[in-house]
């Protein structure tokens, strides 16, 4: 079952109208229902700073990881100012990749933006390696966006502004796609759907306030050669910049409420 979806899926990124067809409604469908879940709650800073992303170019989006819903928010943003990008987030493979009912929620939300799929069970560690290489062939061919989280997993600690360490997959998916990383922090966002829709439509629930940092450069990095020292590097130098960002959405939190200054993007 697990081959079967895999094998759909990536067959769905070969150009032609199923490609087209699903770029559409990542950016009409999905984008749209993700906005009205949030659009009373979002606050935006510093998307000045994000530069214009050009459809033939391919980026990897990095961020904290809080909530399930963390980057769905952030590229359905991206996209309703313009991104036509292809966008994938990789995904533990538990209930999207070896269920029915898995597959056809990825399809149906998401439209398979779940994907490669990661795998939990230590003797099946090596797949992983195959899943961060479809990533990198992705990113390398262009007109793709791809949501990563460098802490590897979610962060359930009491403290939204200690990220947790660096892993280095994310590293080695920048250092041999060398795509444009951008760099942001998110909080705010619920790991339930209903609370998120509730919360949003009372205007009752917490703020969501995102902060978009300058592309990151790491060309130093990049001109080293490929292998785990370096990959960690790379990823500990986007978590230290994640983990910045988290203050300057510290700070604009503390002011919500006080004013309605001019640098806020409110996506209403």
Known sequence: MERLYIRMVRQSFEPGPLDTAIRW????????????ANRHLLHVVGYERVPPLDPAKSYVLACNHRSFFDLYVTGAFLMRRGLHHRMVFPVRSNFF???????????????????????????RQSLNLASLQEVVRL?????????????????QGPDPYTLLPAQSGVGRIIH??????????????????????SGNLLRTGTPVVLVFGEPL??????????????YKQVSERLVTTITALGQEERAARARLGRDS???WIHDH
Request: with cysteine.
């Open 217 to 230: 450069a790491m060309d130093d990095l990049l001109a080293q050669p490929g292998g785990t020292r370096v």
């Open 176 to 197: 041999q796609s060398r795509a444009t990383v951008l760099p942001l922090f998110i909080n705010g966002l619920t790991n339930s759907i209903v609370r998120q829709f």
């Open 97 to 123: 990749y070896d269920s029915a009912l898995g597959f056809v929620v990825n399809g149906s939300m998401s439209f398979f933006a779940m994907y490669p799929p990661l795998f939990r069970e230590r003797s």
């Open 25 to 36: 409604c990542q950016r009409s469908v999905g984008a749209r229902w993700i906005h009205f």
């Open 139 to 155: 990113l390398q061919r262009g007109g793709t966006l791809t949501g990563v989280h460098p802490e590897g997993t979610r962060n």
């Open 261 to 263: 200054s001019s640098e």
